[in-house]
């Protein structure tokens, strides 16, 4: 895996290592106005008002939880996100990454306003990320993963299957709480549904398509 990562990449990874430093710095703050909020009313406090934005649509993606979080996102972004860049080109990339967050945050909004389970935050680059792991999986059926935990080489596109399928099912069994399984599904839908775009599969056709 080559080490000189393509641009967007490299400043993906750099902006979501500085906005979890700066969560460090102003606690809190970041996380009230920036987070994914649950739609509805806003919850009010002694000095603040909570609730959803249009723009955390996006500025969710690059808060992070814990350190944990952040290695495992960018662990992936990592692996994956440059070979990504170099098949769809910079500008594709792009549109493909934030495509990806903002329908996973979209899902998420969904399952939270029909299935409540409380007022709570959603962060991470999991939608986008998870996003890539489809593309990768499409573009690349017959590459080999191996997992740190599972040290068997698998082909991509099973890999993509059974963690999508693992998903679902924690996702519907609430098995893992406190885990927003279904942005991650969102994630994965709209990169498909992207690609499928591109490679002219939908009655609106692109102007130049997705060659693989």
Not at 121 to 133: K, R
Not at 152 to 175: H, K, N, S
Not at 197 to 212: A, D, H, S
Request: a positive charge; charged letters at 10%.
């Amino acid at each position: 895996m080559p080490l000189d990562l393509p641009p967007v990449t490299r400043n993906l990874l750099i902006a979501n290592i500085a906005v979890y430093l700066l969560q460090q710095f102003m606690g809190t703050a970041l996380l009230l106005y920036f987070a994914l909020w649950p739609l509805g009313p806003d919850r009010i406090g002694d000095d603040f008002s909570v609730g959803f934005r249009p723009w955390q649509l996006i500025s969710y993606a690059f808060m992070h939880g814990d350190i944990k979080h952040l290695l495992f996102n960018m662990l992936a972004l990592f692996m994956f996100g440059g070979t990504i860049e170099r098949t769809f080109g910079g500008r594709d990339y792009t549109i493909y990454y934030f495509v990806c967050l903002i329908v996973a945050a979209l899902a998420q909004l969904l399952v939270m306003y029909w299935f409540p389970t409380g007022f709570y935050p959603t962060v991470g680059a999991s939608g986008a990320i998870f996003g890539l792991l489809l593309a990768f999986g499409l573009m690349y059926p017959h590459e080999k993963i191996m997992l740190f935990l599972l040290p068997i080489p698998m082909p991509a596109w099973l890999f993509v299957t059974g963690y999508a399928a693992i998903e679902l099912f924690f996702g519907v069994t609430g098995t893992q709480s406190g885990v927003a399984h279904f942005a991650h599904l969102g994630g994965m839908v709209g990169g498909y549904l992207l690609i499928q775009y591109w490679r002219g599969k939908f009655p609106i056709k692109p102007k130049r398509r997705l060659m693989r």
